[in-house]
C-alpha cells in the first residue's frame, strides 16, 4: 500500500516567517508592493512540492480568521500585548489564498479557532486513519502534538536546512523530556510572552 502523507501549513506562522525573513532587504516589486511574504511562501510551497524527497499526497493550507477566538473570548489577556498585523502582510493576503488555489491546494479555517486547532484536530484525526503527517511550521508549540507518525517540519530558511522533528528530536530539544506530550507541561511552567501568558 503506497504511504499516505500529509502536509499540514500553519500559513500565518510561514507568511510572518517569510516576510520577517527579509526584513533588512524587503523584496520590492516594480510597483512599490512588498512581495517578502509571498516570495518566501511560495519558495516554502515549491520545495514541498518539488523538492522534499517525502512527496505530499495530501496538502492543506490551514487559516485564523480575522475574528476573536473562542479562547480570546474566555481569556482577554490571551494575545492582548500582540502588535497588530503588518500591513504589508494584511495586504499579501489575498495574493497567498490565490496562490493556493492555483496550486489546487484546500484552504482551511473555522471560526473561532486558530490555526493551530485545525492542524492539531486533523493531524490526530490522519494518524488514526493511517497517514504520516507533517506540521509546516516553525512555532514550537506544535512540539506537543509529534508522535510515532506526526512530525514537524520546520522549512528551511537562509542558509538553515528544512527540519524534520519527530519524537526523538523533540524530546532532546526540550531537554530530553520522555514524552512530547510533556512540551505542555514545559510551555505552561515557562509562560509564553507572544501569547501574553
Not at 50 to 63: G, L, N, R, S
Not at 92 to 103: E, G, H, Q, T
Request: glycine content about 6%; aromatic content about 10%; charged content about 25%.
Amino acid at each position: 500500500m503506497a504511504d499516505k502523507n500529509l502536509f499540514l501549513l500553519d500559513s500565518f506562522a510561514l507568511i510572518y516567517r517569510a516576510h520577517f525573513a527579509f526584513m533588512r532587504n524587503p523584496l520590492i516589486n516594480s510597483k512599490g508592493f512588498n512581495v517578502s511574504a509571498i516570495t518566501g511562501f511560495a519558495n516554502t510551497l515549491h520545495d514541498l512540492l518539488h523538492t522534499e524527497k517525502t512527496k505530499p499526497t495530501h496538502i492543506v493550507a490551514c487559516f485564523d480568521t480575522p475574528g476573536p477566538t473562542n479562547r480570546a473570548k474566555k481569556y482577554d489577556f490571551y494575545k492582548a500585548n500582540r502588535e497588530a498585523m503588518p500591513e504589508d502582510i494584511r495586504a499579501s493576503i489575498p495574493y497567498i489564498r490565490n496562490m493556493l488555489k492555483a496550486f489546487d491546494i484546500p484552504i482551511l479555517e473555522l471560526e473561532g479557532f486558530e490555526a493551530d486547532d485545525i492542524v492539531g484536530t486533523i493531524a490526530k484525526q490522519a494518524e488514526q486513519d493511517g497517514f504520516k503527517v507533517y506540521m509546516v511550521t516553525p512555532d514550537k508549540d506544535y512540539g506537543q502534538l509529534v508522535s510515532e507518525n506526526i512530525f514537524m517540519y520546520v522549512p528551511a530558511r537562509g542558509a538553515k536546512k528544512r527540519e524534520i522533528m519527530g519524537v526523538e528530536e523533540i524530546k532532546a530539544k526540550w531537554g530530553g523530556i520522555d514524552d512530547p506530550l510533556k512540551v505542555i507541561d514545559i510551555l505552561s511552567m515557562m509562560g509564553d510572552a507572544s501569547d501574553n501568558i
